[in-house]
């Protein structure tokens, strides 16, 4: 699909993609893309205190303040945390979403991560990737959003740890450094309070900052740079072949460090 300025992140909850590729995003907005952020759920099993209902409102709140600060859009899928599955009427809201956003380029989690929600979200997303070209997948929205021109180029985010439930590592095969957008990357995180002051209260420190630089740092350090968000991308048929992100990116993307 060719480049029409506009990138979605497309995850499972309200805090996922701050962690996984929020620098990516600042990067690609500075060069003057237009983001769009999505979550399936709106995080209302984010709280030992506060009911479903009334976290998901605080957790809604706190993703469009986020978003704000990349003049982002952001789209909630509605669904529930923990409950996100396969069924018709999930599959075509998250076909809407993207046609709403008409990327040209998607974000999404890995294909293999520590939980069911972020690895069903991550196929939903290649799903919709795949048919919302298609005039025939009818949404069922009034009105509907036009179908996508053509698949977007699609990429996997590292998942959480960097590890499959195996415990074994992920490698990513594109590495973008974030070393010097860490800054807001953070302040995209802290939008998220209710997250960070559970685990505040339960670690003692401030683990929802120190865990994603630790994560960032794992997939920076080996590549020589402080910082490093990795991706896989989605190469199976009639998908985008060429790596678009890193051409986009020049600068910021790193190799391994074996092969340099
Ligand atoms: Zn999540």
């Not at 998607?106 to 290649?126: A, K």
Request: proline share 5%; net charge negative; hydrophobic share 40%.
């Amino acid at each position: 699909m060719t480049d029409n300025g506009h990138v979605l992140a497309f995850m499972a909850h309200p805090d996922d993609i701050e962690i996984l590729c929020a620098g990516t995003l600042i990067h690609l907005r500075r060069k003057g893309y237009t983001i769009h952020l999505a979550t399936m759920t709106a995080g209302d099993g984010g709280s030992a205190e506060l009911s479903g209902p009334d976290i998901a409102r605080v957790r809604l709140q706190e993703a469009r303040a986020s978003a704000a600060l990349l003049d982002a859009s952001y789209h909630c899928a509605g669904e529930k945390d923990f409950l996100i599955c396969h069924q018709p009427a999930v599959i075509q809201r998250v076909v809407e979403i993207v046609r709403i956003c008409q990327p040209f380029l998607v974000f999404t989690h890995s294909p293999s991560d520590y939980m069911l929600d972020h690895e069903v979200t991550s196929q939903l997303v290649r799903n919709a990737c795949f048919c919302a070209g298609a005039p025939n997948m009818l949404t069922d929205a009034l009105p509907a959003a036009a179908p996508l021109a053509g698949i977007p180029y699609l990429y996997y985010a590292a998942p959480v740890e960097n590890k499959d439930i195996w415990g074994h590592a992920v490698p990513c095969d594109i590495a973008i450094d974030t070393s010097d957008v860490m800054a807001l990357k953070e302040t995209m995180l802290k939008c998220h309070a209710s997250q960070r002051e559970w685990l505040l209260k339960h670690h003692g420190i401030d683990e929802f900052v120190e865990s994603t630089r630790r994560w960032s740092a794992e997939i920076g350090n080996p590549r020589g740079v402080a910082y490093a968000e990795g991706f896989r991308q989605h190469l199976g048929h009639a998908y985008p072949q060429d790596d678009k992100l890193s051409e986009i990116l020049s600068g910021k993307g790193l190799r391994d460090a074996q092969e340099r």
